[in-house]
């Protein structure tokens, strides 16, 4: 199974670009989107942009993702 994160672009070069995830920053390769802009959203795997997606569907995925760390934070280990 894959799993994609959707990032929002902030920065772009020619072959990669800095993106916003969930408030942490990171760089990935735009090989398979080179059409993405600035302020784009994007889902990222395994360090590369897959495909560009629009900001509703970025928004509500990413709502679920924060509900995943959430639980995942607020578990006690025993």
Do not use: N
């Not at 199974?1 to 969930?22: N, Q, R």
């Amino acid at each position: 199974m894959c799993v994609g994160v959707p990032a929002k672009v902030i920065e772009k070069y020619e072959y990669s670009a800095i993106v916003d995830v969930m408030g942490s920053q990171t760089t990935v390769g735009i090989i398979f989107v080179p059409e993405v802009e600035i302020g784009d959203f994007v889902i990222v795997h395994a360090g590369q942009a897959m495909s560009i997606v629009d900001e509703e569907y970025a928004k509500v995925s990413l709502e679920e993702w924060r509900k995943i760390t959430h639980a995942r934070d607020s578990k006690t280990i025993l």
